[in-house]
């Protein structure tokens, strides 16, 4: 093989199929604690944020499919200008996902602040789980090169 011939990419949870079974378990804790719109928030924020097309589409169609509005679905990406269209709880979980996610100096004591005044500390600690845990995924979709399926 060349150095210009890529070798087909494996994909992690098919070659480590306990650890996704592991995660499926994570997440079904994780969906006992937090509400299913403030769990896709999440993954739709974290996943955009990461740049992560195949989750992106995935949690916004999953989402759009349990009722949430496409309007608001779309401006996950843009959150910071679309203050009016998400609660204050859900922008402390999506500055609390930017901050988790990206890791830049961690969580500011004003952000878990903002998060712990909505929120209890199973809650929170749900939370940080569900970023971390969408965080792993999204680099495992990217790094196997997984695509979003066509729609219609």
Known sequence: MSQTEARARVTVLTEL????TSLRGIDAELRETLDHTTYELIKLRASYVNGCAFCIDMHAFDAMKAGESQQRMFLVAAWHEARDHFTEAEQAVLTLTDEVTELDGGVSDEVYAAV???????EIAAL?????LINFFNRV???SGHQPAQRS
């Open 141 to 143: 979709a990217i790094s």
């Open 17 to 20: 199929p306990d650890v996704f």
């Open 128 to 132: 940080i789980a569900a970023i971390g």
């Open 116 to 122: 712990a005044r909505h929120y209890s500390d199973r």
